[in-house]
C-alpha cells in the first residue's frame, strides 16, 4: 500500500520557469491537499480539495494553481516560479476534511 | 485567526526520560486537534487526534491530552527513546472549517 506518493522528490528551476507537482493517494480518499514547509514558518496550507471536483484557496495561493484531476489525483502548478517558492511542498489526503491526514514524502523545490 | 504555538522548539533529552512537549493555540473553538511526527527529510506521520469532545489520546507510550478552555495541549511521551528523536507538530482545526494550522514544532533529540 503506497499511501501519498509524489514525484518529482526534487527540482531546480530558473525564475520564470513553469512545472507541476504530481501527487496520487491509493486509499480511497476524498480531500486532498498542498502544504509549503519553510523554516521558522511551519506548514502552510496552499490549496485544497475537499472532494472531487472542488477546489478551495488556503493560506497562501498566490502564484500556484490547482487541479483535482480525477479522486486519487491533485495536481500543484507553478506557472512562473519566483525564487520566494524555493521550499518543501507537501501533498496530504483524508478520508474526509476534518479527519486524520495522511503525507507524502514531500518534493524540494529549488528557484534560481 | 488561529494562531499554533509549540514551545520549546528544541529539547535534549537522555534515553529513558518522561517528557512533555507543549502546544498552545488561541481561538478555543477547535473541532480536533492532531499531533505529527517529522523525521528530517521525510513526510509528516500523524500520531494521535484528539476531538473537541474528548480530554485525551493514549496510543503506546504517547498520550496527548486537551483543555480546550486554556488553549492548550501536551504530548506526553514516556521512557524516551533514541528513536523518538524527531519533530513533533500539532495542528487545530476549527470548528466550522476545514483546514488544519499548524505549530512550528518542537525539534526532539534523545541521547543514547
Known amino acids: 500500500n503506497a499511501g501519498v506518493t509524489q514525484t518529482p522528490k526534487f527540482q531546480v528551476l530558473k525564475t520564470g520557469q513553469s512545472m507541476t507537482l504530481q501527487c496520487a493517494q491509493d486509499m480511497n480518499h476524498n480531500s486532498m491537499y498542498w502544504y509549503r514547509q519553510d523554516p521558522g514558518m511551519g506548514l502552510r496550507l496552499i490549496y485544497y480539495?475537499?472532494?472531487?471536483?472542488?477546489?478551495d484557496k488556503g493560506e497562501v495561493p498566490n502564484g500556484y494553481n490547482v487541479s483535482r484531476l480525477n479522486k486519487r489525483e491533485f495536481s500543484l502548478r507553478l506557472e512562473s516560479a519566483a525564487p520566494s517558492q524555493t521550499s518543501v511542498y507537501f501533498c496530504?489526503?483524508?478520508?474526509?476534511?476534518?479527519?486524520?491526514?495522511?503525507f507524502g514524502p514531500g518534493t524540494r523545490l529549488l528557484v534560481l | 485567526k488561529q494562531e499554533v504555538t509549540q514551545i520549546p522548539a528544541a529539547l535534549s533529552v537522555p534515553e529513558g526520560e518522561n517528557l512533555v512537549l507543549n502546544c498552545s493555540f488561541t481561538d478555543s473553538a477547535i473541532y480536533n486537534l492532531q499531533w505529527f511526527r517529522q523525521d528530517p527529510g521525510k513526510g509528516l506521520t500523524s500520531l494521535l487526534l484528539?476531538?473537541?469532545?474528548?480530554r485525551e489520546q493514549t496510543s503506546g507510550r504517547l498520550n496527548a491530552s486537551l483543555d480546550k478552555s486554556s488553549g492548550r495541549s501536551t504530548l506526553y511521551i514516556a521512557a524516551s527513546q533514541p528513536g523518538d528523536s524527531a519533530t513533533y507538530l500539532c495542528a487545530v482545526v476549527n470548528t466550522g472549517f476545514q483546514k488544519l494550522v499548524f505549530g512550528t514544532g518542537t525539534r526532539l533529540l534523545v541521547s543514547p
Open positions: 496530504a489526503s483524508s478520508r474526509q476534511t476534518q479527519e486524520t491526514q495522511y
Open positions: 480539495s475537499a472532494s472531487e471536483g472542488t477546489t
Open positions: 484528539i476531538q473537541s469532545s474528548q
